[in-house]
């Protein structure tokens, strides 16, 4: 990506995210409402920072085939709520026992891990009352896509599995296959459904459907590589988070088991493949070709 194009986006990026965080402050309980401390909590792990991507990855497949503005918006915060109720959960002494996310402190480390378990779990819930609100789109995509998103947090194939597998396999003996598996479950799922409730929520056909499936497929497991790299050679200040845990942790990566380089040629190939399901579409998805060369290369 030239240096122009990379400076498009981001501007680009930054208008999108601005209008997703109104949108959830709106749907956030006010900080000073009772129970006082779950809000601060909820509030405090939501707007920490974040690049948004799953929300805008949404309202830029939902653009692609013309959905309304509004219902898109909303479908796009459930999922940053649901993103980010598994941020809370995933720093957890139990789990990752991180001391940073997004450049502040976790929300355990705010608040105790009781409220953050709490904060996590009324985000969770919190998402699914947003999906379920009365207006458009009809009731049976709004249950297509809550049906698809517990699919896509589940176990079977999907973020919970993920990072069960993931926590069982920090001795590093892993093979290709399980290593895709942890990646497209603990990662790639919850992409790959941003695009597609983006397109059911636009009513796409069934062809689009399919095509934005495949982008989103390629371009989860090419940001979780990217992800991995990230964690391998940049530092704590540019990630916003503890560097270097997953080769301390032993956990099973893509530059752990293939090498940097090879990785770095694994995410450039499925981008690659990732814009060619969108070609025919030209122009009118130039955002989603280039959110997608975003992904692997940005730096935090």
Known sequence: MSAIAASAIRQHLDRVRAQVDEALDRLLPSENEFPVSIHRAMRHSVFAGGKRLRPILCLEAGRLFNGDETSLLRAACALEFIHTYSLIHDDLPALDNDDLRRGKPTCHRVFGEDIAILAGDALQSLAF?????????ADFVKLQVIHELTQAIGTRAGMVGGQVADLEAEDGKIDAERLDHIHASKTGALLRLAVRAGALYAMAAPEG??????YGEKIGLAFQIADDLLDELSSTEELGKTAGKDREQRKATYPAFYGVEASRRKASELVREACESLEPYGARAQRLFELAHYLIERTS
């Open 129 to 137: 009352q947003v999906l379920a609100s009365p207006g458009p789109p």
């Open 209 to 214: 459907l399919a095509r934005i499936t495949t």
